[in-house]
């Protein structure tokens, strides 16, 4: 965005439009949608905007990097709203949400990297050696549904009992829910498990483990830079232009 508008320039729609690189219904969608504050209005009824919506429509666009449209857009109507600190607020709870992402994370690299060591022990008899999906789904703390997914996915492979057709679930089984359980906590996606679990058993290390939580922490990484970013956008933002006008307070004390 090239953001060269003198002060008390006024600008239509596509002028500000093309300063951003988006549509001209696209700048009168953001202003609906209370991520610009409201413009003045000509006696046609034409929409002007202002230096204000400028460093606006770059806050927003900042946010929406980092946090997400949705997180994005609270913000800035908040703001916008004369609610500065509901603002704060939503930006501080994606940046926890965001360390708690990178906590657990680190968590379960820790967990699976043990796992990953464990040696399989030799197998008791086989009476007490298999377990049934109940047994397994209370062992990990999951839905017995669960791991009837995980196996339609292809993660796993329980045996059938000849007799009874019931699933029975060995050590290397039950070793292959444990770390589907801690992957799925910590937000990985079936496709993305496979590869870890196909890594494991080709080789029995844990380098293709190693490699998608790194890749996993370094996106992380790049979002937080992207939230600074972002929120550094907002500050300027609010540094130079403040809340909307009509703030709650303000109209608090207008009407006592």
Aim: charged share 30%; aromatic share 4%; with cysteine.
């Amino acid at each position: 965005m090239k953001p060269q508008i003198r002060e008390g320039e006024e600008l239509r729609p596509v002028d500000l439009a093309r300063l951003a690189g988006v549509s001209s219904q696209q700048i009168r969608n953001y202003e609906d949608a209370g991520v610009l504050p409201p413009a003045r209005r000509t006696p046609g009824d034409h929409r002007r905007y202002t230096c204000r919506h400028r460093d606006a429509l770059l806050a927003y666009r900042g946010l929406v990097t980092g946090y997400g449209p949705i997180v994005a857009g609270e913000v800035m109507r908040a703001v916008h709203a004369g609610d500065v600190a509901g603002a704060v607020e939503r930006v501080d709870a994606a940046h926890a949400a965001l360390h708690e992402q990178r906590r657990s994370l680190r968590a379960a690299g820790e967990a699976l990297e043990v796992m990953a060591r464990q040696a399989l022990p030799d197998p008791p008899p086989p009476s007490r050696r298999d377990m049934r999906v109940g047994e397994v789904a209370r062992l990990l703390g999951v839905r017995p549904s669960a791991l009837r997914v995980w196996e339609e996915a292809g993660l796993l492979h329980p045996e059938r009992d000849a007799a009874t057709g019931y699933r029975r679930y060995g050590p290397a089984d039950i070793r292959d829910a444990r770390m589907i359980a801690v992957l799925r906590q910590s937000r990985y996606l079936l496709d993305q498990i496979r590869p870890v679990l196909d890594g494991l058993r080709r080789t029995g290390d844990s380098d293709a483990l190693r490699a998608a939580i790194a890749r996993r922490l370094d996106g992380i990484t790049r979002r937080a830079v992207a939230m600074l970013e972002g929120a550094g956008l907002l500050h300027r933002y609010l540094a130079l232009h403040g809340p909307a006008p009509h703030t709650r307070t303000e109209v608090g004390a207008a009407e006592g």
